[in-house]
């Protein structure tokens, strides 16, 4: 797949420039458009992952089959649980890691709600019916850090967040930990009631 070719196509039909990485020669990594990239440690592979932007853009479309349930799916019974597994690669050009759909149906029977486990935001509460089952669901450990199948485990392995919360959890690499999300929205919370108190200078 001649990814290069393909962005160079995409910002010339675009009126605004795109954002890229730059090269120390000054050209721009054209594929940091679409994909985060790193050299994995201790091997010669180089691990591609689609930007978590593209990958909601993605879901949201028509393109992928991507399951989304109207009402929070039932507990599975313990004696009916079975095996999940998740991050089997595929050889195919770009790797790609597969998504288990019962693994996000236990995680959310797991928790027994479609609200953001970090920020609390619920897309019902705030759009009515049009918002109902919205949730994206966080692998706390990247598959793309895993490169292997590996047994998931809904109750620890994933986590329902909202996809602003989901996008902030990827602006880092590696990702951020849940809880480092969580302090930093903590202190944005005490600085903007600090800033709404601060006394007001006289006009």
């Known amino acids: 797949m001649r990814v290069g070719e393909y962005v160079k196509r995409i910002a010339a039909a675009r009126a605004e420039p795109l954002?890229?990485?730059?090269?120390?020669?000054?050209?721009?990594?054209?594929?940091?458009?679409?994909?985060?990239?790193?050299?994995?440690?201790?091997?010669s592979y180089f691990i591609w992952q689609l930007k978590p932007e593209l990958c909601q853009a993605l879901e949201q479309s028509a393109l992928l089959d991507v399951p989304e349930t109207d009402?929070?799916?039932?507990?599975?019974?313990?004696?009916?649980?079975?095996?999940?597994?998740?991050?089997?690669?595929?050889?195919?050009?770009?790797?790609?890691?597969?998504?288990?759909?019962?693994?996000?149906?236990?995680?959310?029977?797991?928790?027994?709600?479609?609200?953001?486990?970090?920020?609390?935001?619920?897309?019902?509460?705030?759009?009515?019916?049009?918002?109902?089952?919205?949730?994206?669901?966080?692998?706390?450990?990247?598959?793309?850090?895993?490169?292997?199948?590996?047994?998931?485990?809904?109750?620890?392995?994933?986590?329902?967040?909202?996809?602003n919360c989901h996008a902030m959890l990827h602006r880092r690499n590696p990702p951020l930990s849940v809880d480092e999300l969580k302090a930093l929205l903590a202190e944005q919370g005490r600085l903007s009631q600090e800033a709404n108190h601060a006394p007001q200078a006289d006009g």
């Open 19 to 43: 954002r890229f990485e730059f090269r120390s020669n000054g050209k721009p990594y054209w594929w940091t458009l679409l994909f985060n990239g790193w050299e994995q440690a201790g091997t």
């Open 71 to 163: 009402t929070l799916p039932e507990a599975i019974p313990a004696a009916e649980e079975r095996q999940l597994y998740e991050g089997a690669k595929k050889s195919i050009t770009v790797n790609a890691y597969e998504r288990n759909a019962k693994a996000r149906q236990q995680c959310l029977a797991h928790y027994q709600s479609y609200d953001c486990q970090i920020c609390g935001f619920n897309f019902e509460r705030a759009y009515g019916e049009l918002g109902r089952g919205r949730i994206d669901v966080h692998h706390i450990v990247p598959l793309a850090n895993i490169a292997q199948s590996y047994r998931v485990n809904p109750a620890t392995d994933l986590l329902p967040v909202c996809p």
